[in-house]
């Protein structure tokens, strides 16, 4: 079973849209939350990280976390062709080197 | 910055060959993971290493084996290829600065089993 549960699992979205991803783990134990970004045939590269209750912004970029329900969801205002990729949501426990378990992603298409 | 960088890009096999994927890294980060995406997917933990000469399973670590005789380099062994198995391999690397730690990511070898 997945321990990472991303939805939906795709998503068009019109250029100038809003795209809204959710996040959520069945680990009571993990802390800290990361999304990724991955455009096709590229590497994963980080876009967001939240590890507190509440809201976090950067540009076009909003995520939320509610650490008691262990959900975290990522907002994308004004969607450009560009943000078309693979969304990875990501969450780690509180020590310092088991790496991150990934959700099987988001695909969100912006059409112009 | 650094970079990681990942030899070969694409790897063609044989069903049963045993199959070596390579990883370098200059950021000097002590973390560094091997992960495997399946068509689009998300990424699956196969082995992490902490330090130089240490090694921990992941979650599919089941057929493949692990080297990290340097801090800058970690290898991944496909013991016996299996038929039809297309996958690619992401190598990466972190910092050991508690658990608030961004993964970095090579380019990936792309594995093709005739």
């Known amino acids: 079973q997945q321990k990472v549960q991303q939805s939906p699992e795709s998503l068009i979205v019109p250029e100038g849209g809003m795209a809204s991803l959710n996040c959520t783990s069945s680990?009571?134990?993990?802390?800290y939350f990361w999304w990724y970004r991955q455009h096709s045939g590229k590497s994963p590269k980080m876009l967001m990280s939240i590890f507190s209750n509440g809201e976090k912004e950067e540009g076009r970029f909003t995520v939320h976390l509610n650490k008691a329900s262990l959900h975290t969801s990522l907002h994308i205002r004004d969607s450009q062709p560009s943000d078309s990729a693979l969304y990875l949501c990501?969450?780690?426990?509180?020590?310092?080197?088991?790496?991150?378990?990934f959700g099987l992603g988001t695909r969100v298409s912006v059409f112009p | 910055g650094g970079i990681i960088t990942q030899t070969p890009k694409f790897l063609i096999g044989q069903e049963g060959q045993k199959l070596t994927l390579k990883c370098q890294q200059n950021?000097?980060?002590?973390?560094m993971y091997w992960y495997r995406q399946d068509s689009g997917k998300g990424l699956r933990l196969i082995y992490y290493?902490?330090?130089?000469?240490?090694?921990q399973k992941g979650d599919l670590s089941e057929g493949y084996d692990a080297s990290r005789e340097k801090k800058s380099s970690f290898s991944l062994t496909v013991t016996s290829a299996q038929k039809n198995e297309m996958a690619v391999f992401l190598c990466?690397?972190?910092?050991?600065?508690?658990?608030?730690?961004?993964?970095?990511f090579g380019a990936g070898t792309r594995l093709s089993v005739l």
């Open positions: 990466a690397s972190s910092t050991r600065l508690g658990s608030q730690n961004t993964l970095y």
């Open positions: 680990d009571r134990n993990v802390d």
């Open positions: 950021f000097n980060h002590d973390t």
């Open positions: 290493s902490i330090t130089e000469n240490d090694l």
């Open positions: 990501a969450a780690s426990r509180n020590n310092y080197a088991q790496g991150l378990t």
